[in-house]
């Protein structure tokens, strides 16, 4: 529904913005865009003098004008600065825009205890949130900050551990800094890890205490040799940056993963980005492609630069044959293909130079173009079969250590009937197996539970793997 602008479209407001078009309003409050960039915020008197009387604002920050027969109120920014209601603010694109919105939040309350902060509006040239004062229930400010970082999830701060898993893209330690530079505290948590420890460390100013150490270390639980290579072409030249410099490398370079679904490539980058608590950001089908010419390039393009602004950090570029195809492939979209490919070929080096970890997978490596797999763009392309017998026993027992056992239970059978399928499914029998264990009144996880759920979970291409209920 159009909004009822109060201001004609042309009308050069008293600091020589000039109005363009409504894009938010309340009751006592409009947001106009104005010509040629930048927003105005327009308010009646009654609502202007409610925040000088609480000291939010100091007299003479808004500029006074009459228009219709009314007084009213304004005051502009350039396009560089947000100027939102809360509600319609979209997520930060990086860690500074994030930093700035803590500041306004606990600048603002420390003046003001006690009103709402779900219905303000965001200043950031002002670092401040005003309230609207509207009849709307009352968020806590921890739910507010939750819901504006997140784009729209209203989650609380202090939840930290799931606010981690909806704002990958920030890392943990600068997270964990935005949250308390807002006033709020964030969980201990387990341990920073050993490469996000060495960058904070290397970072930290003259005369700070040192950091504590970090006990944890990389693993892959049932892909040892996957492990292993990551460690050693990844993680230890993170660790060890200074010594690799001196003889030449500067930044672990692009990797690729292959191999069918299930195998455990996405289960290892995630850990790998959980491992080095940086900033991910992700490029997939469903986020980035359009069928619009130049839209996919361009969006492409944007995850590129938030990866270069955030870095040291993480790209993944998931199901890669949808944009890295062999260009001589198909007619159709042929120019589309040429283009998207190319401006892939166009920043894999220059994130790379700016220190973002590219790691790409696909289950169709024979589609990929071949300008993409020549050395210098990605240089390690590894292929992860199904997990063997070996490595299959070695995530039993990792997942079984965690549980309450009775008796001894016989990993190594299980390992045996399980070796070829995916990964998911040895977890799926361990976590089946518990629930029957449970379901039958026990707490602890025994071997018949085991053989019960390996049993109740053929694998997909037997019979379907689809459970039956039928009846007679």
Known sequence: MPL???????????????????????????????QGGGHALV????????????????PGVFVPFSFGGDSLFEASCGSGHVLSPITACK???????????????????????????????????????LPT????????????????????VPVSVTAFRRLRTLVSWLGEQHLREVVQRAGFTA??????????????????????????????????????????????HVIDIIENKERYKALGIEFPSAIILHGPPGCGKTFAIERLVEYLGWPSFQIEAS????????????KVAEVFDKAIKNSPSVLVIDEMEAFLADRQMGAGSSHHRVEEVAEFLR????????EVLIVAMTNRIEMIDPAILRRGRFDHVVKVDMASEYEVLSLLQNLVGQLPQEGEIDLSSLAKKLSGRPLSDVAFVVREGARIAARSGKDKLNQESLAKALEASPARDEDGGHRKIGFV
């Open 4 to 34: 009822d602008a109060w201001l004609p479209v042309g009308l050069s407001l008293p600091d020589g913005a000039k109005v363009r078009l409504v894009l938010h309003e309340g009751v006592d409050w409009q947001i106009f865009e104005a």
């Open 43 to 58: 308010v009646k008197e009654s609502l202007h003098q409610h925040w000088v009387d609480s000291k939010l604002i100091e």
């Open 91 to 129: 997520s930060p694109d990086s860690k500074n825009e994030a930093l700035a919105f803590a500041d306004a939040l606990l600048a603002t309350r420390q003046l003001d205890p006690e009103s709402p902060f779900q219905d303000a509006i965001y200043v950031e040239k002002l670092s401040r949130l």
């Open 133 to 152: 004062y509207s009849l709307t229930a009352r968020v806590p400010d921890d739910v507010v900050f939750g819901s504006w970082i997140t784009g729209g």
């Open 187 to 232: 969980p201990a948590t387990s341990g920073r890890t050993r490469a996000a420890a060495k960058v904070a460390d290397a970072k930290a100013q003259p005369g700070e205490e040192p950091k504590e150490p970090v006990p944890e270390t990389f693993s892959l639980a049932g892909r040892p040799e996957l492990e292993n290579f990551l460690i050693e």
């Open 287 to 298: 986020s980035v492609a359009s069928p619009f010419i130049h839209e996919t390039s361009k």
């Open 347 to 354: 920043r894999i080096p220059e994130a790379i130079k700016n």
